[in-house]
């Protein structure tokens, strides 16, 4: 038996083959750094550790995602500055962790976020060269022990 398919059918199926990375609109970063997740409206604050940072959002390690559509504020706590947002749970993988895209930002956060944001590829462009972080890389944001890998 022949199946036909509208164009419009075999794109979307197509579409979902494709790698979430390639649908990105900005490249993710490794990045850790300490990070309290807040859902809204219940208050109740949840303690994870950021894995990824791109400009438009984030990847966070926790055995317990919240569901997906979540409204939260997030604050990813650095040595000397913290960044704070409003953001929404776009996926989640259960006992992993979850993406978020930020939605509110504002300036002095967006700031910090582009500080952080360069020294995470200025640290992924030394790793391609074969560099150790000792050999002139830069810190995390929590300082030389917690460099961004």
Do not use: H
């Not at 990847?59 to 559509?69: A, G």
């Not at 776009?90 to 930002?105: D, K, Q, S, T």
């Not at 640290?123 to 810190?139: F, I, K, N, V």
């Amino acid at each position: 038996m022949l199946c036909v398919c509208s164009s419009e059918q075999r794109d979307a199926k197509l579409s979902s083959l494709v790698p979430m990375e390639s649908t990105r609109r900005t490249p993710r970063y490794p990045f850790v750094a300490p990070a309290e997740v807040t859902p809204q409206p219940s208050g109740t604050k949840l303690e994870t550790k950021v894995k990824e940072l791109s400009l438009y959002g984030c990847y966070l390690d926790t055995p317990s995602p919240l569901p997906v559509r979540t409204r939260v504020t997030i604050k990813i706590c650095g040595r000397d500055e913290f960044f704070e947002a409003t953001a929404t749970v776009i996926y989640a993988n259960p006992m992993l962790g979850m993406g978020l895209v930020f939605r509110e930002v504002r300036p002095g956060y967006m700031e910090v976020l582009r500080r952080w944001l360069l020294q995470a590829m200025q640290q992924t462009a030394l790793e391609d060269e074969g560099r150790t972080p000792d050999q002139g890389s830069l810190s995390g944001p929590n300082g030389p022990d917690d460099t961004l890998r």
